[in-house]
């Protein structure tokens, strides 16, 4: 029943930013985590970032610095401020959650991001 959407993605200068948001519904489960990872052409998928539902946060060695993973508990969305994006940020971005009680994880649609040199 649960259902991401995510949106923000776009095309993006090298340097610039662009904001990922990731809203969750149609469960009424509580959440538990929230997480968004990236997959670039011809490479695995990968966590980028990652908070529990408290604000625990973490982050990938490669975006630390540059990227900052936030969350309203009441809209039950997620944030992915992304700022001094680098071509090598260039991917689709999924958002990932997951809830109290069950064993799965749900994934978004994914949004592409695109960062031009």
């Known amino acids: 029943q649960a259902q991401l959407e995510e949106s923000g993605g776009g095309l993006v200068q090298a340097g610039g930013s662009l904001r990922l948001s990731c809203a969750a519904s149609g469960s009424i489960l509580d959440i538990s985590a929230m997480a968004w990872y990236r997959q670039a052409p011809g490479k695995q998928r990968e966590l980028v970032a990652a908070?529990?539902?408290?604000?625990?946060?973490a982050y990938a060695d490669s975006v630390k610095g540059r990227f900052t993973i936030s969350r309203d508990n009441a809209k039950k969305t997620v944030y992915l401020q992304m700022n001094s994006l680098k071509p090598e940020d260039t991917a689709v971005y999924y958002c990932?959650?997951?809830?109290?009680?069950?064993?799965?994880?749900?994934w978004g649609q994914g949004t592409q991001v695109t960062v031009s040199s």
């Open positions: 908070i529990t539902s408290g604000g625990t946060t």
């Open positions: 990932n959650v997951a809830y109290t009680g069950v064993t799965r994880t749900y």
